[in-house]
C-alpha cells in the first residue's frame, strides 16, 4: 500500500504538469454540449429525447481524448523501463496510473454533467440513473483503455488505431449506460444494467491490471 500511495503522488505530479492535457476531455465534452442544441435546434422536448445519448457519447469520445497518453510519456522518457525492473508489481503501477488518469480526466466531466444535463433539458427523473451510469461506465472505459493503450504503445502514432481497438469494447458501456437512463425515463426497472455494469466493473478491476501488464511487457520486449 505504501508503494500505490507513492506511485498514486508521483503520477498525480506528473499529471498537474500536463493539466492542459487532462482538461481537453472536460473541454471537448462541454462544446459537443453546447454545439448539439445549435445543430438540432434548442426546441427542449427535441433536447431533452436526445440529452441522455449525447452526454454518453461526449463522455466516450471525451476518454479517447488523452487515452495515448497513458503510458506514453514514461515510454518515451525510459521511466517505464525503470519502473518494469523495481520490485513493485507491475499491476500496481498500472492500478496506480488508470486511478490518476480516471481521477484527473473523467471525474471532472463526471462532475459538471448536471450542468451539462440542464443545458440539455434532461428531466430531473433520469438525472440520477444517468450519474450512475456514467460513475461506473467511465471507470469501466478508464479499465478497458488501460489495456488497449498497453497493446499499441508501442507502435507510433498510434491514435487512430488505439479509438478503432477501444471503441468496440466501449459499445456494451455505451448501450448498457444509455439503456439504463432510457428506462428510468420511461418509468421502468433501470438498475439492471447498473448492476451488469458493475459485475464487469468487478471483473476488470481484478484482471485489466494484470492484462495491461502483460501486454507493457510484449510491448518492450
Given at each position: 500500500?505504501?508503494?500505490?500511495?507513492?506511485?498514486?503522488?508521483?503520477?498525480t505530479?506528473?499529471?498537474?504538469r500536463?493539466?492542459?492535457?487532462a482538461?481537453?476531455?472536460?473541454?471537448?465534452?462541454?462544446?459537443?454540449c453546447?454545439m448539439?442544441?445549435?445543430?438540432?435546434?434548442?426546441?427542449p422536448a427535441?433536447?431533452?429525447?436526445s440529452?441522455?445519448a449525447?452526454?454518453w457519447?461526449a463522455?466516450?469520445?471525451?476518454?479517447?481524448?488523452?487515452?495515448d497518453?497513458?503510458?506514453?510519456?514514461?515510454?518515451?522518457?525510459?521511466s517505464?523501463?525503470?519502473?518494469?525492473?523495481?520490485p513493485?508489481?507491475l499491476p500496481?503501477?498500472?492500478a496506480?496510473?488508470?486511478?490518476?488518469?480516471?481521477?484527473?480526466?473523467?471525474?471532472?466531466?463526471l462532475?459538471?454533467?448536471?450542468?451539462?444535463?440542464?443545458?440539455?433539458f434532461l428531466?430531473?427523473?433520469q438525472l440520477p440513473?444517468?450519474?450512475?451510469?456514467?460513475?461506473?461506465?467511465s471507470?469501466?472505459?478508464?479499465l478497458?483503455?488501460?489495456?488497449?493503450a498497453?497493446?499499441?504503445?508501442?507502435?507510433?502514432?498510434?491514435?487512430?488505431?488505439l479509438?478503432l481497438?477501444?471503441?468496440?469494447?466501449?459499445?456494451?458501456?455505451?448501450v448498457f449506460?444509455?439503456?439504463?437512463?432510457?428506462?428510468?425515463?420511461?418509468?421502468?426497472?433501470?438498475?439492471g444494467?447498473?448492476?451488469?455494469m458493475?459485475?464487469?466493473?468487478?471483473?476488470?478491476?481484478?484482471?485489466?491490471?494484470?492484462?495491461a501488464?502483460?501486454?507493457?511487457?510484449i510491448a518492450?520486449s
Amino acid at each position: 500500500m505504501h508503494e500505490f500511495t507513492a506511485l498514486l503522488r508521483r503520477d498525480t505530479s506528473l499529471m498537474w504538469r500536463k493539466r492542459a492535457d487532462a482538461a481537453q476531455p472536460l473541454l471537448f465534452a462541454l462544446m459537443v454540449c453546447v454545439m448539439f442544441p445549435l445543430a438540432a435546434g434548442s426546441e427542449p422536448a427535441r433536447l431533452a429525447h436526445s440529452a441522455a445519448a449525447v452526454i454518453w457519447v461526449a463522455n466516450l469520445l471525451a476518454s479517447l481524448l488523452v487515452l495515448d497518453n497513458l503510458y506514453r510519456s514514461d515510454f518515451e522518457d525510459g521511466s517505464l523501463e525503470q519502473l518494469l525492473l523495481a520490485p513493485v508489481p507491475l499491476p500496481v503501477v498500472i492500478a496506480s496510473k488508470v486511478a490518476v488518469h480516471w481521477l484527473t480526466t473523467a471525474l471532472p466531466v463526471l462532475l459538471i454533467t448536471p450542468l451539462l444535463a440542464q443545458m440539455l433539458f434532461l428531466p430531473d427523473a433520469q438525472l440520477p440513473a444517468l450519474m450512475l451510469s456514467l460513475l461506473v461506465g467511465s471507470m469501466l472505459m478508464s479499465l478497458i483503455g488501460a489495456m488497449v493503450a498497453a497493446l499499441t504503445l508501442g507502435i507510433r502514432r498510434s491514435g487512430m488505431l488505439l479509438a478503432l481497438m477501444a471503441l468496440p469494447m466501449y459499445v456494451p458501456v455505451l448501450v448498457f449506460g444509455a439503456g439504463s437512463v432510457w428506462s428510468a425515463g420511461q418509468g421502468l426497472p433501470w438498475l439492471g444494467a447498473i448492476w451488469l455494469m458493475s459485475a464487469g466493473l468487478a471483473l476488470l478491476l481484478v484482471l485489466a491490471p494484470w492484462a495491461a501488464a502483460t501486454a507493457l511487457r510484449i510491448a518492450l520486449s
